[in-house]
């Protein structure tokens, strides 16, 4: 079992740092359950973070690649560049995770959102899904090819903390369950993706609100926000009484509201969000309600993100090996 600690920058970035090449060169990433490459920025591109890029000629064990590849997120941002290989070390125990001969992303461009939104928070993605959507195989899935580790398996517990920037944030357990932070997996869910952790979401309620309808639902690190289809969206921002504007697209909430709990039923089993869950401090006296939906009301292969909020109060168990997610009250909820 190799533990990690996560730093939390104001409940909307959650970050780990990993190592790439030999000596080893950090990086701080945001965890991504809801993609599959690891990437950074290279030393060749003038439209990444400045904050650390990887030069691979001072790296004994790096080989290049002809390998180039795109990604584009939901939220607009892109990023571009080229494929190398070499050690990636994760974990700040005695123990960590060395996985050599590790395929991983060396951006070359960053789009301005890409930039905008990583900046003075994480320079990269550490992606932890469950198949490579681009010719890098995800890391913990080459580290149990490789077998350095038994079963791809990890659990990832989230705190919630407020307006405050690198402050300790949870923590991310590779190879079992954090039975320190959390309580017993109360069920575990087969998953209906074989690239990512989606799965069935039976059905919603909100204070008098009630929705049957069923949906294909992703847990996602990399979202700060619950998110989902806009038409519903809007009938749990009017039962909540929550404010949007235009301007921001986000929806405003008085920072000591008692909001109803959101209650989604995933496998027959209620998992309840309370009111504090849904609140983000924004500053200045403001705060966001922690649920959204994209503004063009566009939608992927799911149609909810269960988020930072959800994955605060439950903490998720990824069990690649297996094909399946599990849920674990967090006990500091």
């Known amino acids: 079992m190799v533990y990690q600690g996560i730093r939390d920058y104001s409940d909307g970035r959650y970050v780990v740092r990993i190592y790439i090449g030999t000596p080893g060169q ?11 490459t690891l990437w950074i920025p290279d030393i060749s591109c003038r439209r990444c973070s400045m904050q650390n890029q990887f030069n691979s000629s001072q790296s004994s064990t790096y080989r290049s690649t002809n390998g180039a590849w795109h990604l584009a997120y939901l939220d607009g941002s892109n990023v571009t560049g080229i494929f190398g290989v070499d050690t990636v070390v994760i974990g700040d125990g005695s123990d960590k995770l060395v996985i050599p001969r590790t395929t991983f992303g060396q951006a070359i461009y960053e789009n301005d959102l890409m930039v905008n939104e990583t900046e003075n928070t994480c320079v990269g993605l550490l992606g932890l899904g469950l198949r490579k959507t681009t010719a890098a195989t995800p890391p913990l899935i080459d580290a149990m090819n490789q077998g350095i580790i038994k079963d791809a398996i990890f659990t990832v517990y989230l705190k919630k903390r407020g307006n405050y920037d690198n402050v300790t944030g949870g923590r991310i357990t590779y190879g079992d369950l954090d039975k320190t932070n ?7 869910i087969p998953l209906t ?3 990512f952790f989606i799965f069935k979401l039976d059905s919603i309620n ?14 996602d690190t990399g979202s700060s926000y619950i998110i989902g289809p806009k038409h519903i969206v809007q009938k749990l921002a009017k039962e909540a009484g929550v404010r949007y504007s235009n301007s921001t697209d986000n929806y405003y909430v008085d ?4 909001l109803p709990i959101l209650n989604f039923v995933i496998g027959g089993i209620t998992y309840g969000i309370p009111s504090e869950q849904l609140i983000i401090d924004d500053g200045d006296g403001q705060c966001l309600w922690a649920v959204t939906s994209y503004s063009d ?6 149609e909810w993100t269960l988020g930072d909020p959800f994955i605060r109060q439950f903490c998720n168990i990824y ?3 297996n094909k399946r997610i599990g849920f674990a009250q967090s006990k500091d909820s």
């Open 26 to 36: 950090p990086f701080d990433v945001c965890l991504d359950t809801g993609s599959s």
């Open 182 to 188: 959390c309580g017993p997996v109360i069920a575990y």
């Open 193 to 195: 993706s074989t690239y």
């Open 206 to 219: 909100f204070g008098g609100y009630i929705d049957n309808s069923s949906w294909q639902t992703i847990s």
């Open 255 to 258: 920072c000591d509201a008692d």
């Open 297 to 302: 009301g566009s939608t992927s292969s799911y």
């Open 319 to 321: 069990d690649l090996g």
